[in-house]
């Protein structure tokens, strides 16, 4: 397939789940908006669509679209800010 995720996005192919098997980059368009889950190189796990990915999303939770507590919430950044003054 010439326009997979695969073929036109080789770089995203390292951050596909496993969890969307037996489903790859190479069966999916990379404009299509099935969500599917990813695993970035932070090591986070969250689900969105193949074609958010290829316009560039990135990790939800590094990005701080979604806070998690303890991770990256105000009052762990803030703690953590405070220990490095």
């Known amino acids: 397939m010439n326009n997979s995720l695969a073929e036109v ?7 596909w789940s496993e969890k969307n ?3 790859t980059p190479d069966d999916i368009t990379f404009g299509s ?3 599917v889950w990813w695993k970035g190189t932070c090591g986070h ?4 669509s ?3 990915r290829s316009n560039g999303e990135k990790c939800p939770i590094c990005s701080g679209a979604r806070v998690i507590a303890g991770i ?3 009052a762990t950044l803030e ?3 405070n220990t490095n003054l």
């Open 9 to 15: 996005h080789p770089e995203l192919i390292t951050e």
């Open 50 to 52: 193949v074609k958010a």
């Open 45 to 48: 796990e969250w689900q969105t």
């Open 33 to 35: 908006n099935k969500k």
């Open 79 to 81: 703690s953590s800010f």
């Open 21 to 23: 098997l037996p489903l």
């Open 72 to 74: 990256n919430d105000l």
